[in-house]
């Protein structure tokens, strides 16, 4: 890996937001999927979160592979799992939806530790989604149109959420917020694909990285790395 690729990688992971994400309720087309994970890339998010429509979406493989590489998905097995697992850690949970109760998406606090739920294509959120919810959220609509298409909706709520924590100096961190095995993990694969992929099928752990991103490895790892299969 170069220097420079090892600089950015180290830089972004300095920015990335721990405590903001967005969980996929059902979305199911693949080109929204990609578009939201670009999304969540771009505004700084280490992780989102998804119930599937279908089990065969765990692989994600119809996803943007750049954007993928980057930000984390976590799969939940049902809306009151993914619910329980953002409050659990200390998020407001907010929900798109038209109600008495629903606010302007942008009258939001989005420094404080925040998950997003969007819902479905064809329905939106569901009503377990809306009733186990924090706050239901709308962004306001002047034209003919009900609503906007759950990729689009993604990127205008966070980057209101990337506008007010940018304001707020929640980029500009000296240590990353990201687990150290995060890290790591990423920059050995992203840094040393093939020699990742022989290591994952081996069973071996990833070696240490040096301050150049080059590998730390004894002739042991070194010797199982070069064994036939």
Known sequence: ????????????????????????EEVHKPNNVSAVIRTADATGLHKIHAVWPDPKMRTLSHTSAGARNWVEVDTHESTAEAIQCLKDQGMQVLVT??????????????????????????????????????????????????????????????????????????????????????????????????????????????PSLDEQGQIIADEAWWKEMQKGK
């Open 97 to 206: 939806n038209l109600s008495d109760t629903a606010v302007d998406f942008r009258e939001i606090d989005y420094t404080k530790p925040t998950a997003i739920i969007l819902g479905g294509e064809k329905y939106g959120a569901s009503e377990e989604a809306k009733r186990l919810a924090d706050q239901d959220i709308i962004i306001p609509m002047i034209g003919m149109v009900q609503s906007l298409n759950v990729s689009v909706a993604s990127a205008v709520i966070l980057y209101e959420a990337q506008r007010q924590r940018q304001a707020a100096g929640m980029y500009d961190k000296e240590e990353s917020s990201v687990p150290a095995e995060d890290i790591h993990r990423t920059l050995f694969e992203r840094g040393h694909p093939v020699l990742a992929k022989v290591a994952k099928r081996k069973g071996l752990a990833y």
């Open 1 to 24: 890996m170069n220097l420079e690729r090892y600089n950015k990688i180290q830089q972004v992971f300095k920015s990335r937001q721990t405590d903001l994400t967005v969980c996929l």
